[in-house]
């Protein structure tokens, strides 16, 4: 069974700051590796799409990267911002069938002005 | 090209009664979902459509859950004898899916249930 785990739960830091989310699933046979952005009580934005051939993405001051092999996947966001503060969610597209998302739990991103 | 619709936002109900959550995807995406999320935790998948066939369902969709995609194009969730563990927020996503390819997922804002 698929599992997601991301690190940290929480983090919190000065505007400016460049910060690294972290992300791992128990099962490299994946098709994709989504990050998500969720504002409280909202739903979900897309913001980076990684396909298993891929290593990474770039989206503006966003950076999320892929490991296949070892399970992995880092969001790198750049000069962060008070706007940047969200939950940020890994998903990973299991292969085969439905392509439903397994979703971690979420890192809860401050940004403090 | 407006995105995920879903209607209501917010359902507050009592224990026992039945609700019905509609979702519209983005017209041209063939893939529906649902998902639920409770407080801190990432959404679980519950089932999934290709056109109007409903092709998984997720061992949380219970007896009392019931999804429908008539004519492919807007769904709806019903749950019956909705229970205290019931509130969570249900969340729809539409995709384009073409064999060997693979697309993102498309959430809308989500529909909040309290059950009392």
């Known amino acids: 069974k698929q599992e997601v785990t991301q690190i940290p739960a929480a983090l919190s830091v000065p505007e400016g700051e460049n910060l690294v989310l972290n992300c791992s699933f128990t099962d490299s046979a994946i098709y994709n590796l989504q990050w998500f952005r969720q504002d409280p009580g909202k739903g979900l934005t897309s913001l980076l799409l990684i396909q298993s051939s891929q290593r990474e993405q770039t989206s503006g001051r966003l950076n999320a990267s892929l490991d296949k092999s070892s399970g992995r996947s880092t969001l790198y966001i750049a000069a962060s911002q008070p706007g940047d503060s969200a939950t940020y969610l890994c998903a990973v597209n299991a292969q085969g069938g439905s392509e439903k998302l397994v979703f971690g739990k979420g890192t809860k991103l401050t940004v403090n002005p | ?116």
């Open chain 2, 1 to 116: 090209d407006t995105g995920v619709s879903q209607n209501p936002r917010h359902k507050i109900t009592k224990r026992g009664q039945n609700v019905t959550f509609r979702c519209d995807p983005i017209s041209e995406h063939n893939r529906l979902y649902w998902y639920r999320q409770t407080l801190g935790q990432g959404p679980e998948f519950l089932t999934y459509f290709q056109n109007e066939a409903q092709l998984e369902k997720s061992r949380l969709l219970s007896d009392r859950f019931s999804a429908e995609r008539p004519k492919g194009s807007f769904s709806t969730l019903e749950i019956q004898r909705t229970e205290q563990g019931d509130s969570a927020m249900y969340l729809c996503a539409s995709s384009s899916w073409m064999s060997f390819s693979t697309d993102t997922q498309y959430f809308g804002p989500g529909t909040r249930l309290t059950v009392l």
